[in-house]
């Protein structure tokens, strides 16, 4: 399932070989692109292919809204894709249908409370903390809140599919799904919380957490699945390394570090959670994707990474090259004759784009959206395009550093040439 062919010398980084009971299989650490609805968005089947896409993840609670999964193909046959795939269990929709509206924060968040974690714990925090857990319980909502967390799972109410009443999702309903839905690997389901929430609703959100990754584990039915067990734990270390000793003592095949983090604490908590994970079996880091962050997060010993910043920020007209993204949208790129290809020098550019230059795309982004169905080229294909084949080939060369005993130096390089952006 997991074999490490090769460590670093100056790292905790690994080259690794993931195996699914399907067959396929690829070299790590890797980078997942997001396919939310069973698709890429602008890319087709053969598009995948060309870009080395190598493992794909698809979000388990959209589809369930969304589609009707007793028509449902397996999630393979809908992205007409052969490679591995992935869903996720509905918990990061606990956090984002919830108190991240509540709360005006996202998955990385600048402001990260709970600096101090020896003084969140005491009784001026605890009691904001209590009345939230006891609010949540109670479904007294924040407006923009559509989230009622109870211990046994939790209640959507009007999140996004016109729902006129509560929907519940469990660990028990998450697993059926993801089974329904067919991915290679399936995720326990959890409770991410914000930033924004103290120590003691983090506790109490991390045990929760607990239960039901013991309750995924005994509802599983279908062999020919990983399931992955989830770290939580917010910002605060004795959480993070308390909550990785519980999963990781439990027979998942894999881990991932869920949760919402501020850009220092993010590796923080890849510090405090690896050292009490089993070190013969893959991690994945959950919706970070930021270049830095794959570097950093690759020498601390995580395999794989999901994010969606090369496919929104493709269809929202941003490339990326060795000297950081693009946005061709500005103005100063209007008549550029410059090409991709030439941004890129020694680092491959997509085929597609290999003749495309910035003034081209930037001419075909300035087309409103309703209008380009008439074009026979989509700017937003050809951004995805660079993006998805840029990152797929920045892992590789990651993977061929570690091979050849250069990881450290091809950091330092690569990323001292992307601060000169």
Not at 278 to 303: Q, S, T, W, Y
């Amino acid at each position: 399932m997991f074999e490490i062919i090769k460590k670093d010398a100056d790292s905790k980084a690994r080259l690794g070989r993931l195996s699914v009971p399907r067959g396929a299989s690829i070299e790590t650490p890797a980078f997942v692109v997001v396919g939310t609805h069973a698709r890429v968005r602008t890319l087709n089947s053969s598009d995948l292919v060309s870009t080395g896409t190598g493992i794909i993840i698809s979000n388990t609670y959209h589809l369930w809204r969304s589609r009707n999964l007793g028509d449902f193909l397996g999630l393979n046959r809908e992205l007409g894709f052969n490679g591995i795939t992935m869903t996720d269990s509905g918990g990061f929709q606990v956090f984002s249908l919830g108190f991240s509206r509540e709360h005006g924060v996202g998955k990385v968040s600048s402001i990260f409370p709970g600096s101090d974690p020896e003084k969140e714990k005491n009784a001026y925090r605890f009691f904001p903390d209590l009345w939230l857990e006891i609010r949540s319980r109670l479904g007294i909502r924040n407006e923009k809140n559509s989230v009622r967390i109870t211990s046994r799972g939790t209640y959507f109410l009007d999140a996004g599919y016109g729902d006129k009443k509560e929907i519940f999702l469990d660990a028990k309903r998450s697993i059926a799904l993801q089974e329904q839905i067919g991915a290679d690997i399936i995720l326990a389901f959890d409770e991410c919380t914000s930033p924004e929430h103290g120590y003691w609703y983090t506790r109490w959100a991390m045990h929760r957490t607990h239960r039901w990754a013991k309750a995924s584990l005994a509802t599983r039915t279908r062999k020919d699945q990983l399931l992955y067990g989830i770290v939580q734990g917010g910002a605060y270390e004795d959480l993070r390394k308390a909550s990785a000793k519980f999963i990781g003592s439990l027979s998942f095949d894999g881990f991932a570090i869920g949760g919402s983090f501020g850009r220092e604490e993010m590796l923080k908590v890849v510090d405090w959670t690896i050292p009490h994970l089993p070190d013969d079996k893959p991690r994945h880091m959950l919706g970070i994707g930021r270049i830095e962050d794959l570097f950093n997060g690759v020498a601390r010993g995580i395999d794989t990474f999901d994010c969606v910043i090369p496919t929104r920020e493709g269809r929202h007209g941003s490339i990326w090259t060795p000297k950081g993204r693009i946005n061709v949208r500005k103005g100063a790129y209007i008549g550029s004759d410059t090409k991709i290809s030439e941004l890129n020098k020694d680092f491959p550019t997509h085929p597609d784009l290999k003749n495309i230059t910035l003034g081209e795309l930037n001419r075909l982004f300035a087309v409103p959206k309703e209008s380009r169905i008439g074009l026979s080229v989509d700017p937003g294909r050809l951004a995805t395009l660079q993006n998805v084949f840029f990152f797929n080939t920045l892992m590789e060369r990651i993977r061929n550093s570690l091979r050849e005993d250069k990881f450290s130096e091809f950091r330092e390089s690569f990323l001292k040439n992307l601060k000169q952006s």
